[in-house]
């Protein structure tokens, strides 16, 4: 029954984190495509990152939380690889916006820091595995 539970937390954990990676890289699209316009879905910049953007934060960590002590590469992979790109993609945003660096809010802050916390969920549970 234990290794039962271990399949479905591990299954469970992959199957979150990769709705997030879907997700994540839906919202990137969206927003290269618009480019501070309305990109290929027909949501306002708030909505897409309201439903997007904040769904995948709470997707990552419940993948972190759910598949805490069970292995799997493809959880790893997938935290490492979209906390990078939650954080690095609204560091470029905020670079590429008028101002540079000195037009960067508090929230967008908020949100490079929440990105980089989740990549190193990611390593931890690279580093924990070995």
């Known amino acids: 029954m234990a290794m039962k539970t271990v399949t479905v ?3 469970a954990s992959e199957i979150i984190a990769i709705t ?8 990137i699209s969206d927003a ?13 910049e708030k909505e897409r990152g309201t439903i997007f ?4 934060i709470i997707l990552f960590f419940a993948a972190f939380g ?11 992979i997938l935290l490492i690889t979209g906390g990078a790109l939650i954080g690095t993609s609204v560091l470029s945003a905020s670079l590429m916006a008028e101002g540079g660096l000195a037009s960067i809010s508090n929230s967008f802050i908020g949100l490079i820091i929440v990105g980089y916390i989740i990549m190193g969920l990611g ?3 690279a580093i924990k595995k070995k």
């Open 123 to 125: 390593i931890l549970r």
């Open 32 to 44: 290269a495509v618009g480019q501070g316009e309305t990109g290929f879905l027909p949501i306002s």
């Open 53 to 56: 953007g904040f769904s995948t």
């Open 9 to 11: 937390k591990k299954k």
């Open 66 to 76: 759910i598949g805490f002590n069970q292995k799997s590469a493809i959880t790893t």
């Open 20 to 27: 997030g990676m879907v997700l994540l890289l839906t919202y």
